[in-house]
């Protein structure tokens, strides 16, 4: 690593960090320090190892080799409150605030000098509140609901909440990414003032003009390992995109560089969409049969870009054809009715049914074409074959209950067939498909894959959404979202891991 000169002493250091889940190596000897009163960027793709690392840090994960240096002296993070008494604080892109609560109560929960704030509201700002907020250059009222604030305030309250502890090092993971150009500034501001005081921040961005200002160094990851490391007159955009690409990142080659579906007709255009923030200009054609990839970095807008072609959201600019026709659903059900269908990222929030059956969560899409007569009930032997049926086709492993048990007893791969098996029983035009291997082992997301693509020769056309680049190789066309527009889309033997993330960085 470079050697600086004329700083602090490490406030951490991380020697020989080693975490595996599995086959699959997450962190491989990794070597790294955090100094007071310094930026460091952490930047890699998506799985390079980045929040494993900081997972770590935050007593989260327990690594199973290495050593843990604070202030020079050998340390073990145990759990999130080892780290919070070391002064350690975190702010994830999700953030974690309590919308009903003021700001001011959002930034004293949990504080430990204030025992009674962390179990009732209360009303005004405390001093401890006040006197960070003037800290970090908060002018806004903290005493209305963080439901009213932009997301920029909301931003400012996480950091405030942080601060109010003692806050000696703080982690940042994608700040600045459902922000506009000048939001991210401010909030960049607030990360440099902080560090000018003696903070150690930790910032985690896929925005390298932001790395490339802010950061008095930067680590790249790739594939579980420090790839590059540099101080401030070393980091450059060019040497950061080389490191995080790197030359063996595809493994192998494309398997079907001519696809079945190519010269079928377009079921679905997409042209210039907008919608908020994160979806600026977004474009794509979708053939019959076709399985279309879209890749992105977080806060690309391909989530956006998904439910509003769902209706989940409606788009604020841009136009929309479905089979040559004028598509703009005013909601959920209008696609639904347009045969277009949606297998959200979180699966256990937005698509399942925890506490009921396999067969009652397959059948929600289905249930009024197995009425028991003219009944409104469900007929049981209509539902039991239906669902059996149904799990043969995709594979679904059933045990015990079989398919009357609680589909919160059944593997995550499995859950999510069932998501899927819901859909394909109504035969959609169009299935999107959200990070369908979210939190799926290797057996299942091969599996997954295989029915994908019998769906797609069966006519349906089928849009993949995955941070997971390299199960986008199994796409016949990709396109690649950066910042909200589509800024290249992929054929053929251009459909490779380093197109994608040499475009998601242009």
């Not at 197995?370 to 239906?386: D, E, F, M």
Request: hydrophobic fraction near 40%; aromatic fraction near 4%.
């Amino acid at each position: 690593m470079t050697t600086m000169t004329n700083h602090p002493a490490p406030l951490v250091q991380m020697r020989g960090m080693h975490k595996t889940y599995g086959a699959i190596q997450a962190l491989r000897g990794v070597d790294i320090e955090f100094i007071p009163g310094e930026i460091h960027g952490l930047v890699g793709a998506n799985g390079a190892g980045k929040s494993t690392l900081v997972r770590t840090l935050a007593g989260l994960e327990q690594p199973d080799g290495g050593t843990i240096l604070i202030g020079g002296e050998p340390a073990t993070i145990h759990d999130p409150g080892v780290a919070a008494e070391l002064g350690f604080a975190f702010i994830h892109q999700e953030l974690n605030l309590v919308s009903s609560f003021t700001g001011a109560q959002n930034i004293m929960l949990g504080n430990r000098a204030g025992a009674p704030t962390r179990l009732r509201r209360f009303t005004g700002v405390p001093p401890e509140a006040r006197a960070v907020a003037d800290r970090i250059g908060i002018t806004f009222s903290l005493e209305q609901p963080v439901s009213t604030l932009t997301v920029h305030q909301q931003w400012l309250v996480s950091i405030a909440r942080a601060l109010v502890h003692d806050c000696r090092l703080l982690a940042m993971d994608e700040p600045t990414a459902s922000l506009g150009a000048e939001e991210a500034d401010k909030v960049l501001g607030v990360a440099r003032d902080l560090a000018a005081q003696g903070v150690a921040v930790l910032l985690i961005s896929h925005r390298l003009d932001e790395v490339t200002a802010a950061c008095d160094r930067v680590t790249v990851f790739r594939d579980g390992a420090v790839s590059l490391a540099m101080g401030r007159d070393e980091i450059s955009r060019h040497a950061i995109v080389e490191a995080i690409v790197g030359h063996n990142v595809v493994p192998g080659g494309r398997k079907n560089p001519v696809p079945p579906s190519h010269g079928a007709p377009v079921v679905l255009m997409a042209r210039n969409i907008k919608r908020g923030r994160n979806l600026r200009n977004a474009s794509f054609d979708l053939h019959q049969g076709e399985l279309l990839g879209i890749a992105g970095l977080v806060g690309a807008g391909r989530t956006e870009l998904a439910r509003v072609v769902f209706g989940a959201d409606r788009a604020e600019d841009g136009i929309m054809r479905l089979r040559g026709a004028d598509y703009a659903p005013r909601s959920v059900h209008d696609a639904i009715a347009s045969s277009i269908a949606y297998v959200p990222e979180e699966r256990r929030a937005e698509a399942l049914f925890l506490t009921m059956s396999v067969a009652s969560n397959l059948h929600i899409t289905t249930w009024h074409k197995l009425r028991a007569g003219k009944t409104p009930l469900t007929s049981v032997r209509k539902s039991r074959t239906a669902a059996q049926e149904m799990s043969k086709r995709l594979g679904i492993v059933l045990r015990g209950g079989g398919t009357e048990q609680p589909i919160g007893a059944l593997s995550g791969g499995n859950q999510q067939k069932v998501v899927i098996g819901r859909w394909l029983a109504v035969n959609p035009d169009v299935l999107i498909l959200d990070e369908p291997t979210r939190a799926v082992d290797i057996g299942a997301r091969s599996d997954i894959y295989a029915r994908i693509r019998e769906i797609a020769l069966q006519g349906t056309s089928v849009i993949v959404i995955s941070s997971e680049f390299e199960e986008l190789l199994e796409c016949d066309r990709v396109i690649v979202l950066s910042s909200g527009t589509t800024v290249a889309e992929l054929t053929g033997d251009k459909v490779t891991v380093n197109e994608m993330l040499r475009h998601c960085y242009a």
